[in-house]
């Protein structure tokens, strides 16, 4: 995102590019040149449409069908985007940007092998493009091909070994293949050189409570907290953690703290409702648990638990008929 002074100096170009074109209306590279300066701007279409005029005024407009596809790609085009990059790789087959980007518009697609081609082909023509790698690697992440991924991740940190969001995308596959212990090493990497990235807290947390390192998830999960305060999701799993340790007045702080923030937040109620039953107050988790289900009719586990909680009050038919109808739901659920 551009800065102030970035804009002001874009607004300056484009004047000056306009100069330019009143001067020599039929040179192309100018309505080109005021063209990307648009699309910084963000005024994609009056870039679409310096890029249109630039196509019509040159015999060589890869450039130019780039720069139209960028723009649409920015405005959330992303069908003419492709259109448009494909144009450009016509008119010239060895255009590695043309090509990313195509593969980058086709994973927006879903279109995953396309996209593993064109960043093939990119990579192929330009190899010392670290992002080709991280696009590519996410393709093969969204595919579950983990060990590809790794293998692109790990190749554009070479290539860029100070970016943090690279080192994230490997932690996460990384974690998806159970290997927390890598993922740490790569969420601490990101802290180190992005200290207040909430997000690798908050990763790093989840590795840790899958290795049952409780201790290092909650105090992950505090720097989160102290980061983020309005972020109502931190304190659930913080909570989940305490709940994991047998610690439910730290389960019922946080979830209290989450649910001042979202009142109808029902993972915060429900997380609560199951410390009140374990405390031994199963009026205040009937509550809670009761609410849950108004929230998410859907929601087996608070009839399960509302179940469990009648039952301990001597209410059987209660505690039946939510068993019954958590039955129900798990059972539609999985055949449907």
């Known amino acids: ?17 306009s100069k330019a074109i009143r001067k020599r209306p039929d040179f192309a590279m100018n309505y080109i040149n005021r063209g990307e300066v648009y699309h910084k701007l963000g005024e994609y279409d009056y870039a679409i449409k310096d890029f249109t005029d630039a196509i019509s005024r040159t015999c060589n407009p890869a450039r130019a069908y780039l720069g139209c596809g960028l723009a649409y790609d920015g405005k959330g085009f992303t069908y003419n985007a492709i259109k448009n990059f494909t144009q450009a ?5 060895d255009y590695a940007e043309a090509y990313f980007h195509r593969g980058n518009a086709n994973f927006i697609f879903n279109k995953l092998d396309l996209a593993i081609k064109d960043l093939d ?7 010392a493009v670290a992002e080709a790698y991280v696009v590519r690697g996410n393709v093969y992440a969204s595919k579950d091909e983990f060990d590809m991924a790794i293998k692109d991740y790990s190749k554009a940190i070479r290539l860029k070994p100070d970016n943090a969001e690279i080192y994230v995308a490997r932690g996460k596959a990384y974690s998806s293949k159970g290997q927390e212990k890598k993922a740490i090493a790569d969420y601490t990497k990101v802290l180190k050189l992005k200290p207040n990235y909430a997000d690798a807290y908050d990763l790093r947390g989840g590795s840790y409570l899958r ?31 305490y709940f994991r340790i047998e610690d439910y007045e730290s389960v019922i702080v946080d979830c209290n703290s989450a649910i001042e923030r979202n009142s109808e937040d029902a993972d915060a109620i429900l997380l609560r409702g199951m410390a009140y039953s374990k405390k031994g107050k199963p009026d205040l988790a009937i509550a809670d648990l009761s609410e849950v289900i108004e929230l998410e009719p859907n929601e087996s586990c608070a009839y399960y638990q509302r179940g469990d909680a009648y039952r301990s009050i001597g209410e059987d038919e209660k505690a039946l008929k939510d068993y019954m109808e958590a039955l129900d739901i798990d059972f539609y659920e999985s055949e449907f």
């Not at 995102?1 to 590019?17: C, D, R, W």
């Not at 790789?89 to 087959?93: A, T």
């Not at 082909?121 to 190899?127: T, Y």
Request: negative net charge.
């Open 1 to 17: 995102m551009a800065n102030e002074s970035q804009m002001a100096h874009y607004e300056e170009a484009a004047k000056h590019f």
């Open 89 to 93: 790789i016509q008119h010239d087959p």
């Open 121 to 127: 082909k990119a990579i192929e023509l330009d190899p």
């Open 211 to 241: 290795l049952s390192d409780d201790k290092s998830a909650i105090e992950d999960f505090q720097i989160v907290i102290e980061l983020a305060p309005n972020d109502t999701k931190h304190y659930i799993k913080r909570a989940t953690v």
